[in-house]
């Protein structure tokens, strides 16, 4: 029994040192380096590919400053001058500062975002401006992530946009609410990747 006892402890103690020396070491170690990000290609992962900074702002469609975002810096101050008050003028502006921030490519998928709504019947204009108001009155978390899932399905044509709308694992991170948004923001306005 005493024997026992004497080898119980003789384990214990090794335990300890072997944890308080890897322990130790594991502090004196830098930590490991993340390996780097590999960029999602034609077919990866659109959950892995970082969204560029503003690129999934919804902008309201029949916004004074959308319509201003084809012309020149002074054809647009012009038009600016023209608005009724000063909050409208410096609210454009910012708009525009916006837009004028953006990659071209960027810049490119929110005229034809712009394009496909002034296509649109009136009825289903109508209806893409209340589902924006839906999801501009989501919690900021959950406006968040509708703002992102539909800034990936912009990047997919058609065909790939149905297939993600279809994945259970898609489905599963929106409520049934937001998936409607979703759908029926992808369907009537966005349009494919040309």
Do not use: C, H
């Not at 502090?27 to 490991?32: C, V």
């Amino acid at each position: 029994m005493n024997r026992i006892l004497q080898i119980g402890s003789m384990l214990l103690l090794v335990g300890v040192g072997v944890t308080y020396g890897s322990d130790s070491q594991a502090k004196d170690a830098p930590p490991p380096k993340a390996a780097p990000a590999k960029p999602a290609g034609k077919g990866g992962n659109p959950k892995q590919q970082p969204i560029p900074k503003g690129a999934a702002r919804l902008v309201n469609p029949a916004s004074i400053a959308a319509r201003l975002y084809r012309m020149s810096p002074e054809d647009r101050e012009r038009a600016i001058a023209r608005l009724p008050n000063e909050q409208a003028r410096e609210r454009a502006r910012k708009q525009l500062a916006w837009f004028d921030s953006l990659p071209k490519e960027q810049q490119e998928m929110q005229l034809r975002r712009l394009d496909r709504f002034a296509q649109l019947p009136p009825e289903k204009r109508a209806e893409v401006m209340g589902l924006m108001a839906e999801v501009n009155n989501l919690p900021p978390p959950r406006a968040t992530a509708v703002r992102q899932a539909l800034y990936r399905l912009q990047q997919m044509n058609d065909l790939e946009r149905e297939v993600m709308l279809a994945r259970p694992a898609f489905q599963a991170r929106f409520s049934p609410e937001e998936l409607r948004v979703i759908r029926g923001l992808a369907d009537a306005w966005m349009g494919p990747v040309q």
